[in-house]
């Protein structure tokens, strides 16, 4: 056992998110897994201090087009692989999303995402 203690379950999906925080450049990263109160984003040596509060951008790319899900969120946990995050209150329709692709099959989570 590792250590970590979790609120909710999270899965291995890759999703583009967008890291807005102060005046850091807002590129993509990528999620190593997600949740429905947290997600560990994949960045090359984060640059983001613990406690920080940013805005987290899911970009969900599928077969009729691109959302954009903002999610306030936390920084919890800086690795060098990454930083974790901790999810503050977000819309119903983004829980309902996160639900859906928690809940999926993975071949169906990969053609949403193709």
Same mark, same amino acid.
């Given at each position: 056992?590792?250590?970590?203690?979790?609120?909710?379950?999270?899965?291995?999906?890759?999703?583009?998110?967008?890291i807005?925080?102060a005046?850091?450049?807002?590129?993509?990263?990528?999620?190593?897994?997600?949740?429905?109160?947290?997600a560990?984003i994949?960045?090359r040596?984060?640059s #983001?201090? /613990?406690g920080? $509060?940013?805005?987290?951008?899911?970009?969900? +790319?599928? @077969?009729?087009?691109?959302?954009?899900?903002?999610?306030?969120?936390?920084?919890?946990?800086?690795?060098?692989e990454?930083?974790?995050?901790?999810?503050?209150?977000?819309s119903?329709?983004?829980?309902?999303?996160? #639900?859906? /692709?928690?809940? $999926?099959?993975?071949?169906?989570?990969?053609? +949403?995402? @193709?």
């Open positions: 056992m590792n250590g970590e203690q979790r609120a909710s379950i999270r899965k291995r999906i890759p999703l583009d998110v967008v807005n925080y005046f850091l450049d807002s590129r993509r990263w990528r999620t190593r897994d997600i949740g429905l109160d947290s560990f994949k960045m040596q984060p #983001l201090p /613990l920080a $509060a940013v805005d987290a951008m899911l970009v969900l +790319e599928h @077969a009729s087009g691109i959302e954009h899900h903002h999610v306030p969120a936390q920084i919890i946990r800086v690795t060098k990454g930083v974790a995050l901790k999810f503050g209150d977000y119903q329709h983004t829980y309902n999303v996160l #639900l859906r /692709l928690l809940d $999926a099959p993975p071949e169906y989570r990969l053609a +949403e995402q @193709a």
